[in-house]
C-alpha cells in the first residue's frame, strides 16, 4: 500500500505560468517533507523541504505548501521554465531518518 | 567536491548471472540508502545503512538481493542470480548525519539491463 501518493503521472504547463504539483500522504506520523527534481540519466536533487510544525516554505520560484489536516502537499513552481522540465518526486520522512517517495510526475513546459 | 560515486553506469548481463553494484558515498556522510527505480513502481528503498550498520532491509526483494557496507566510504549490492525482473535503475544516496538529516544525495545511478 503506498503511503506517498502523487495521482498525476504527467504534467504540462506553458511558459511563465505557474506549475501545481501535488501529493498525498497517508502515515500522520511522517514529520518532514521533501521535493526532488529528477533529470533524464541523473539522480534525483533536492528542491524544497517543509517540517510538519509548518504549512508554508518558500525558496525563490518554488514553494511547498502542506495541509496536515487533509495530508496534502503542493509543489508551486512560478513562473514556469523550459528548464524546469522534469521529474518531480514527494518524499516523506519517518523517524528512522528514511524516505518514502511517490512514483514522480513528469513536468513539461512549453516554450 | 565530489558526489555520490556509483559504478557501473550502465550494466547489461544475462539472466542467472552474478551483478554487483558499487558505492561510494559523500566523505562524512553516516547514511548510506540502496534504491530501485522502475515505472510501475517508482522509486523504492531496498536498506539502509547507519554508521555502516544495516537498519532496514525491509524493502530488499528476495534473498538474491544482498547488500554490504564494509566501511564508510564503500557499499555494495549483490543480485545473484539476476532475473529479467531485475532490471531497472539502482540509485545509492548518502546524508550527513544518521537519523537526523532527511536531505539525501543521490548518486547518477547504474541501468541495469537482465536479459
Known amino acids: 500500500d503506498q503511503q506517498v501518493k502523487q495521482n498525476s503521472p504527467s504534467l504540462s504547463v506553458q511558459e511563465g505560468r505557474i506549475s501545481i504539483l501535488n501529493c498525498d500522504y497517508t502515515n500522520s506520523m511522517f514529520d518532514y517533507f521533501l521535493w526532488y527534481k529528477k533529470y533524464p540519466a541523473e539522480g534525483p536533487t533536492f528542491l524544497i523541504s517543509?517540517?510538519?510544525?509548518?504549512d508554508k516554505n518558500e525558496d525563490g520560484r518554488f514553494t511547498v505548501f502542506l495541509n496536515k489536516s487533509a495530508k496534502h502537499l503542493s509543489l508551486h513552481i512560478v513562473p514556469s521554465q523550459p528548464g524546469d522540465s522534469a521529474v518531480y518526486f514527494c518524499a516523506a520522512g519517518g523517524s528512522q531518518g528514511n524516505l518514502i517517495f511517490g512514483k514522480g510526475t513528469k513536468l513539461s513546459v512549453k516554450p | 567536491d565530489a558526489g555520490v560515486i556509483q559504478s557501473p553506469r550502465h550494466e547489461v548481463t544475462e539472466m542467472g548471472q552474478e551483478v554487483t553494484l558499487r558505492c561510494k558515498p559523500i566523505?562524512?556522510?553516516?547514511?548510506l540508502f540502496w534504491y530501485r527505480q522502475t515505472m510501475m513502481r517508482g522509486l523504492e528503498l531496498l536498506i539502509y545503512?547507519?554508521?555502516?550498520?544495516?537498519?532496514?532491509d525491509s524493502g530488499m526483494p528476495e534473498d538474491r538481493f544482498s547488500a554490504k557496507m564494509p566501511n564508510a566510504s564503500f557499499s555494495t549490492l549483490k543480485i545473484q542470480p539476476s532475473e529479467p525482473r531485475d532490471s531497472a535503475v539502482y540509485f545509492c544516496?548518502?546524508?550527513?548525519?544518521?537519523?537526523?538529516?532527511?536531505?539525501?544525495?543521490f548518486g547518477p545511478g547504474t541501468r541495469l539491463t537482465v536479459t
Open positions: 566523505s562524512g556522510h553516516n547514511s
Open positions: 545503512f547507519n554508521n555502516n550498520v544495516p537498519i532496514d
Open positions: 517543509i517540517s510538519s510544525i509548518k
Open positions: 544516496a548518502s546524508t550527513p548525519v544518521a537519523g537526523f538529516s532527511y536531505e539525501q544525495y
